[in-house]
């Protein structure tokens, strides 16, 4: 689908169909600014006959109306006038596109204006439209026959979008909405696609490949690949272990993007790659278990914040390390009891092979700390308590540092994602210490999962170096509940909004 921007009216540029936007009323007339004064009485008429009430995510199709110099004409409701946002305007724009694929309409224009005078920063208006065009065009059908085509005028998507801006409206500086929201988008979708990807065609080594590809032509980004020998050689522990049940040999995958002077500081971003996780000899319940082919969103989060930020040329720098293995009760695998040297000599006792992701996360958060990065931000779907806690909302954040916590949180309400601040403290550090080594991998107290994993992986980061743990079991996929531009069933590309403000932020 190809997003244009352009100014004038539908009629102008040629489209038999335009996409507007209207608060939500119920049965009396509205101001509607941007619009038409003919449109405007056309509406108004949907709102006194109870047709259309401009609720939230509300979209309704006038076929054949022939007004404001176009055929077809597609409303899309905002919800209260007074809550307009910027998130709004994305979830607008995903339900205008999921309305016109529904009406079979090849080509659109989207009327800028008519989302209101309440966001003013109108590149960004063009950016978040953009993000929720580009995630509401995700699919991922890649492994399904494709029928034959007999006839050619049929409906193969949406073709176009063209944002339509006003005639005093600066198009330059609306460009660089448009690329920023593309880039974004574009990062979001290859996020999605990592995990989306089944575990045989999805291995460690299948993603530092698509990893090395994505990445390749991109300035100032370079990519290393380091392979089961590399990893043991270099006390990866955790990592090695873990791999040790599955034929796919595991990958460390680091990335560098070098966009500011040598002497500053890199952000440090660290990833769970577990590109399949069976729970090991501690082995999980067959329902569901398809769905951890997701257990790599940690990592495929990681990877597309660089790519992101690569192609957005930000003056930082930021280096990334993303452990990737599979966890499997092949018969080398890690034992309930066995007990493993990480790479800053800390020594675990492993009493359930489920609880892996944490252990390969362990290597890269010393070997990351080791770098002295100004900050450490790690993302995991580590735990299913996670999910009891926060459902598919919020992420949950953990952290000491509360000024960290507080730019996270800065960043989050800017990108428009949830995030959630959760207890990280000395108790959850106690339940953490080993009986036979200096740390068991599973808590000695049955609650409070999540806060003791974070507690774990704390062992790992170096004194003094801010750090922040994301778990996103619960958003890293299946949204489409809570957000139209998610698909029905798949990978989300939670926090990659995140990320990318919070590193823009940094600078």
């Known amino acids: 689908m190809q997003i244009l921007l352009k100014k004038g009216s539908a009629d102008g540029n040629n489209l038999t169909t335009l996409v507007v936007f209207a608060p939500e009323q119920s049965g009396t007339k509205v101001s509607l600014p941007g619009i038409s004064k003919d449109l405007a009485s056309f509406i108004n008429e949907a709102y006194e006959k109870g047709e259309f009430s401009g609720a939230k995510d509300e979209s309704l199709c006038f076929r054949n109306c022939n007004v404001a110099g176009a055929h077809h004409v597609v409303v899309v409701g905002l919800g209260k006038a007074e809550t307009n946002d910027y998130e709004v305007a994305r979830r607008g724009a995903a339900v205008a ?153 595991p990958r460390f995958i680091i990335m560098e993007y070098k966009g500011a002077a040598a002497s500053k500081k890199p952000i440090a ?68 009891g066995d007990i493993f040297t990480a790479r800053n000599g800390k020594t675990v006792e492993i009493l359930n092979t489920d609880a892996e992701g944490r252990l390969i996360l362990s290597d890269a958060l010393a070997y990351a700390s080791e770098k002295k990065p100004a900050v450490i931000l790690d993302a995991a779907t580590l735990t ?28 989050a309400d800017a990108a428009d994602e949830l995030v959630w601040p959760m207890p990280l403290t000395d108790y959850h550090s106690a339940d953490m210490k080993g009986a036979h080594a200096d740390l068991q991998n599973i808590s000695a107290f049955r609650g409070a999962g999540s806060s003791t994993a974070a507690a774990f992986l704390e062992n790992f980061v170096g004194e003094g170096i801010p750090w922040a743990h994301f778990d996103i079991a619960g958003t890293g996929w299946n949204q489409a509940n809570r957000y139209p531009y998610c698909p029905k069933k798949g990978a989300s590309g939670a926090l990659v909004r995140t990320w990318v403000e919070f590193i823009k932020n940094s600078k």
């Open 384 to 411: 299913g308590a996670m999910v009891i806690a926060l459902g598919n909302t919020h992420t949950g954040v953990f952290s000491r540092d509360n000024k960290l916590v507080k730019k996270v949180q800065d960043a």
């Open 269 to 336: 971003l660290v990833g769970k790659g577990l590109t399949f996780d069976s729970g090991g000899i501690s082995i999980k319940p067959s329902q569901s278990m398809d769905e951890m082919k997701y257990d790599m969103q940690g990592g495929a989060t990681v990877i597309a914040t660089m790519l992101a930020v690569a192609k957005m040329k930000l003056k930082v720098n930021v280096v990334a390390y993303v452990p990737a293995s599979e966890n499997m009760p092949g018969p080398a695998a890690n034992k309930p």
């Open 97 to 249: 596109l999921s309305t016109l694929k529904a009406g079979k309409i090849r080509k659109a224009g989207l009327d800028l204006a008519s989302l209101g005078k309440t966001m003013k920063d109108k590149a960004k208006v063009v950016q978040v439209v953009t993000e929720g065009l580009m995630m509401m065009d995700y699919e991922f059908d890649w492994y399904k026959t494709k029928p034959a085509k007999k006839d050619k005028k049929a409906f193969d998507g949406v073709e176009q979008v063209a944002l339509l801006g006003d005639s005093k409206a600066n198009l330059a500086s609306l460009k660089k909405g448009l690329e920023a929201g593309t880039i974004i988008g574009e990062s979001i979708n290859f996020a999605r696609v990592l995990g989306d990807t089944p575990g045989n065609l999805m291995t460690p080594d299948i993603l530092a490949k698509e990893t090395t590809k994505a990445a390749k032509g991109l300035a100032k980004l370079k990519v290393t690949v380091w392979d089961k020998a590399r990893i043991k050689k270099e006390g990866f522990g955790g990592l090695y272990g873990v791999s040790l049940g599955s034929s796919q040999d």
